[in-house]
């Protein structure tokens, strides 16, 4: 009761003297401010609205468009249409007030056009995706059309200054494929997956969908594409991830590591305290949407949806579908530090507290000699339960009283902050220290990570960082630009000490406990940890650091970087498993407006060609080599569908649910849709911001993130290329299964990525490039 009655801010009395009214000034200033705050927010989100809904035109413009109208109607000249005398017929007067606001009105109307034509004009523009499939080989030349649209395009994506969603209105809507393209894109890529009678037998379930019932899904699929800003999106969201009934931990949430060759400090005080104040100012860039859309080459914008949900959010249970929650506004994060739940207020006195501040509030936790209550220490293994199972204990336990108020300040707060009590260890010469760092943030011990929020932030003793991070609400390149944005200021925030810069202004306000009651649910937490335990013991993750060459070789090669990649792991996986298997790779369709991602299908004709001519001694080396060359190209032209919208999967997936709607059974679409993919492969981004100066710190480049197999009987492989000689692969599979070891998978990708470089580097010795004659006669 006690804190019940500190919590209230004013309360009065009727007493026989007259009225007794007693308030907490400081309770009472910190309510204003959060309204203040609030209504700020509330301008600022009209006002961005206003410039978003004109761009690329400035609002500043109205009155430049104004003055002339009042210049040509005082001057006796007539407006554009005579708007000006049409208007001014219908106003209750002619002085010289109404002639003026007729003048604006009728400037409304053509400025309102000028920006309606130009964002329409814009958004056919970015329709075309011919600039794409254009050669970047050396010495091609860009097509008439593509230098024509890159000129009109620039000019009107950099007219203005862009917020981060300006051009969500100019953004294209994902077209939809027909079926008999899908059907002709699907079986060849399954071509080499199945022998002569099976793929003949596909080849007539294929034949027999596209002309029976694929054509009567497709025309609700086209009504879905007129209707919907996204005819996949909020499908993909909802029975891919909130509808699974499985654990997010491991199958579901995926991981981000630091940098791991720099070490700015090893005070986890302080690079706490600096992660957090870096997080909150990129939370403000996004409210006030002051951070950049990302342009491809400069001018063509991707989609900023999936930034809204990126702080504030998390990720409910319910019996049958989980439900994304996103609150407008926090003002503090949670803190777990051995097994204790801390509510850390992030505002005072009308402002964000600076890192110094915070590291103060932290070392307050670090300091403290608390003990979870009963139940506290595995609370959270609960959010990496069976979602149903979840579900109910939340329905049971946490509906009212010090549960449901502790739960929603979890719910509610910006994110979640971990403060381990290990170091998070890194050395080339000890390879399980890095694969030990990718274990504790992509499930830690199974409840020191809450798994239902937008993501964990996790600080090892030694000043390491990573994060846990829920799929739903958006995609790894999200993530990877915010963790990129910290690397590019975390390296100036420590002082020589390596504790945070500056001194703070005041002390302020303190972390506080959340209360529990949880012992009428011991059994379901006790329940949680044993299923999580279980789950995180069958899964081993390898994190091979390949040094020998990266991209520069590549290029060297005139090969992309990704497709070169993709073809190591389609012959390391041959070599592993004897065999071929359905490969999935990540592709962004965010050139459309609420896009997220599509599948690319590496394993190919050409690259299954490739791989068994790799194996057979008989093939020359340039025949190998000009088979690599053959399966890249079409890896990536299958990766420029991808990005177009010409996938296959989406488009069958949303089939696929239609059929569902309509209890319609397809016998081709359900052995579609159970294909297991044995190798799921992505590749995290970078130089997404360019806060990030490589070029003065090599050093500050995450090692990348990973996550979970898909398969019970395949690989995990994330992999980001780092630099000119620097490749990081994040490689997942269960221990359950017999035919997977990350460790031997490893060997194979190491192994094949030498035997490409050997196989291009005799390619090179057999065919010297002519050297270059200088006008002098002498040759370079």
């Given at each position: 009761?006690?804190?019940a009655?500190?919590?209230v ?111 329409y ?14 050669s970047?080989?050396?010495g ?34 994902l ?57 996949v ?62 342009m ?8 900023s ?8 959010t ?20 949670v ?14 006195k ?10 103060v ?83 830690g ?54 504790n ?16 529990w ?31 020998e ?33 359905l ?94 993919w ?10 997404q ?65 030498a ?26």
């Open positions: 009761m006690a804190e009655h500190a919590a801010a004013f309360s009065f009395a009727i007493t026989h003297e007259g009225f007794d009214i007693n308030y907490d000034h400081e309770v009472l200033n910190l309510v204003w401010n959060s309204g203040i705050r609030s209504w700020k927010k509330r301008l600022g989100r009209a006002r961005n609205g206003v410039r978003n809904g004109v761009y690329p035109a400035h609002i500043q413009s109205l009155w430049l468009i104004s003055a002339i109208a009042l210049g040509l109607h005082f001057a006796g000249y007539q407006a554009p249409f005579n708007l000006t005398n049409r208007i001014l017929v219908h106003l209750p007067s002619n002085t010289i007030n109404w002639q003026v606001t007729a003048c604006f009105l009728a400037a409304l109307v053509v400025w309102l056009s000028i920006c309606f034509t130009m964002r004009t814009l958004k056919l523009l970015l329709m075309y995706k011919g600039w794409m499939y254009e970047r080989a050396p091609s030349r860009v097509s008439v059309p593509t230098m024509l649209w890159v000129a009109v395009v620039r000019v009107l994506s950099s007219w203005n200054k862009p917020g981060l969603y300006s051009f969500q209105g100019s953004l294209p809507r077209p939809l494929p027909s079926v008999s393209d899908t059907m002709v894109r699907y079986l060849r890529s399954v071509r080499p997956l199945l022998d002569d009678n099976n793929y003949t037998r596909m080849e007539r379930l294929a034949k027999e969908f596209e002309q029976t019932i694929g054509k009567k899904l497709q025309w609700f699929l086209i009504l879905k594409s007129w209707f919907s800003s996204n005819y999106s909020d499908w993909w969201e909802e029975y891919v991830y909130l509808r699974g009934r499985s654990p997010l931990c491991v199958n579901s949430n995926f991981y981000g590591t630091d940098a791991i060759f720099m070490n700015l400090t090893d005070k986890q005080a302080a690079r706490a305290a600096n992660v957090i104040s870096l997080l909150l100012n990129f939370r403000r860039l996004i409210e006030h949407q002051e951070l950049q859309p990302i491809v080459q400069g001018m063509i914008p991707l989609c949806w999936q930034y809204e949900r990126t702080f504030n998390a990720r409910v249970p319910g019996l049958e579908t989980d439900r994304i929650i996103h609150y407008r506004d926090s003002n503090h994060i803190v777990l530090h051995k097994g204790c739940y801390y509510k850390m207020p992030i505002y005072y009308g402002r964000i507290l600076r890192p110094c501040e915070l590291q509030q932290i070392e307050e936790i670090l300091k403290g000699k608390a003990t979870p209550v009963e139940g506290e220490e595995h609370l959270a293994a609960l959010t990496a339960w069976n979602r149903s199972k979840w579900a109910e204990a939340r329905n049971t336990f946490f509906s009212r009283g010090a549960n449901h108020v502790s739960l929603r300040t979890i719910e509610s707060a910006a994110f979640v902050l971990s403060l381990d009590d290990e170091p998070f260890e890194f050395d080339l010469a000890r390879p399980e220290l890095l694969d030990n760092f990718g274990k504790k943030l992509l499930h011990n199974g409840y020191n990570r809450w798994f239902d929020k937008c993501f964990t932030v996790c600080v090892g003793t030694n000043g390491r960082v990573g994060f846990n991070a829920e799929h739903t609400w958006a995609d790894a390149p999200v993530l990877g630009h915010l963790w990129e944005y910290i690397f590019g200021d975390d390296i100036y925030g420590y002082d020589e000490s390596g945070t810069k500056g001194t703070p202004e005041f002390q302020p306000p303190m972390p506080t406990r959340l209360t009651d949880l012992k009428p649910c011991l059994s379901q937490i006790e329940e949680a940890t044993i299923d999580v335990t279980k789950l995180i013991s069958e899964v081993n993750l390898r994190i091979l650091v390949h040094q060459y990266g991209k520069g070789f590549m290029k060297k090669c005139r090969i992309s970087p990704d497709a070169y990649i993709q073809m190591a792991l389609q012959l390391a996986y041959y070599r592993d498993a004897g065999r071929f298997s490969t999935y790779e990540a592709s962004m369709t965010r050139l459309f407006r609420e896009g997220r991602t599509e599948t690319v299908r590496p394993c190919t004709i050409e690259s299954s060609a490739w791989v068994k001519a790799m194996q057979n001694p008989n093939t020359t080396n340039d025949e190998r080599v000009k088979m690599m060359q053959d399966a890249c190209d079409r890896h990536q032209l299958g990766y420029q569908d991808a990005m177009c919208g010409r996938g296959i999967d989406r488009h069958l997936f949303c089939l696929y649910v239609v059929s569902k709607y309509l209890e319609v059974d397809s016998p081709f679409l359900n052995e579609v849709l159970s294909e297991p044995r190798l799921s492969t992505s590749q995290t981004p970078h130089g911001t360019p806060k990030m100066d490589l070029k003065k710190h090599p050093n500050c480049i995450s090692a990348g993130g990973g996550f979970g197999p898909v398969a019970d009987d395949g690989y995990g492989v994330s992999y980001i290329i780092a630099g000119e000689n620097l490749i990081f692969f994040h490689i997942s599979a269960k221990t359950t299964c017999q035919q997977t070891d990350v460790h031997r998978f490893s060997q194979n990708i190491s192994q094949a990525l035997d490409i470089r050997s196989m291009f580097e005799q390619h090179m010795k057999d065919h010297p490039k002519p050297a270059k004659t200088l006008t002098n006669g002498a040759s370079t």
